[in-house]
């Protein structure tokens, strides 16, 4: 039989473990510790969470699907990239709060309208009461200046957490094109996988009316995967 070929890399290990290091845990393949991209020791900061990058590693079959490897490739941003540019990631949610999905309502059809309206206000609300962060809804694409308090809010919020918790902070608002969205997962006020399907109201109401092509079914798994892992992810930090 021929083997598959494949551009990722063959796994090259039995198993993987994880170890107490100093500073918190790591990740070990056949004994031998992992290092980041930048060469640097991948320290975890929590048991549970070394537990789930270990998994993700012993659930490679021939090939290393570097890709699908959500758990891992977080990790290595927060250890190689977050102290260089926190500002600039501080400053990235505050741009997500400027166009933050949840604060722009459907004009039509109402049935829709309804619907994000009833899933988006509380998060609105508890963003506002909790954090300090109040966005302005408003009907349409057209994006409505939003309160600079509001944006500083988000800004210093960001700034005040740890590597690990801001990457997953930042990684939420890309996939959920919401600010407000991560920051419930980040504050445990949401889980993540809710957190996606919220983000994706109009999108599933469209795939209702008028059907969805494999690829874009396809794509909608692909990103339900990578909140399903943003929730590990959470949850491990604790």
Known sequence: ??????DNPKRFYKQAAIEKIEGGWTVVLDGRSIKTPARAALTLPAER???????EWNAQEEYIDLAAMHLTRLANVAIDRV????????????????????????????ELAEAEDSHWSPVRDWAG?????????????????????SLEAARQHALGLDAFRLTGLLYAAGLFGSALLALAVEQDAMNAEDAFEVS??????QADQWGEDDEAKAATE????????LGVWFRALG
Do not use: N
Request: aromatic share 2%; proline share 7%.
């Open 1 to 6: 039989m021929t083997k598959p070929s494949s």
């Open 49 to 55: 969470l070394a537990k789930a990058i270990a998994a």
């Open 83 to 110: 102290e260089d540019a926190r500002d600039d990631m501080a400053d990235e949610l505050a741009r997500y709060c400027e166009t933050d999905l949840i604060c722009h309502i459907a004009e039509t059809p109402d």
């Open 129 to 149: 009461d909790t954090l300090g962060v109040h966005l302005v809804p408003v009907i349409g694409i057209i994006a409505s200046p939003q309160p600079d308090a």
């Open 200 to 205: 994706r109201i109009d999108e599933a109401w």
């Open 222 to 229: 692909a990103r339900r995967l990578e909140a399903k892992a």
